[in-house]
Nanobody
């Protein structure tokens, strides 16, 4: 049984930082592209970032580029999202996801991901 469990969310002031973690089990972690998505109240789930199984290729939404950094530790079956310079617009439920696909054209698609975590709340106050 595949499980993805996010941690590290919470409440932070604008301009602050948080580091999300996603621990995976039940899958060959080092063969999966790992993604982060977020969903704000009243909005659709949107792509945030992704990292290829090698860790050498990363992808970012324009809205987070230069502020967020995705990384992974295949020995720990964990993917991270370091979020800096947070603003109110970053408030959302953040979810990690695992995809067996590696093409750059698919990493931003929700449908490309087979497994999802429950999500964790990130709230940025002004």
């Amino acid at each position: 049984q595949v499980q993805l469990e996010e941690s590290g969310g919470g409440l932070v002031q604008a301009g602050g930082s948080l580091r999300l973690s996603c621990a995976a089990s039940g899958l060959s972690f080092n063969t999966y592209t790992m993604g982060w998505f977020r969903q704000a109240v009243g909005k659709e789930r949107e792509f945030v970032s992704a990292i290829a199984w090698t860790g050498g290729i990363t992808y970012y939404a324009d809205s987070v580029k230069g502020r967020f950094t995705v990384s992974r530790d295949n020995a720990k079956n964990t993917v991270y999202l370091q979020m800096n310079s947070l603003n109110v617009e970053d408030t959302a439920v953040y979810s990690c996801a695992a995809s067996p696909r590696s093409s750059s054209g698919s990493v931003r698609w929700r449908a490309a991901y087979d497994y999802w975590g429950q999500g964790i709340q990130v709230t940025v106050s002004s």
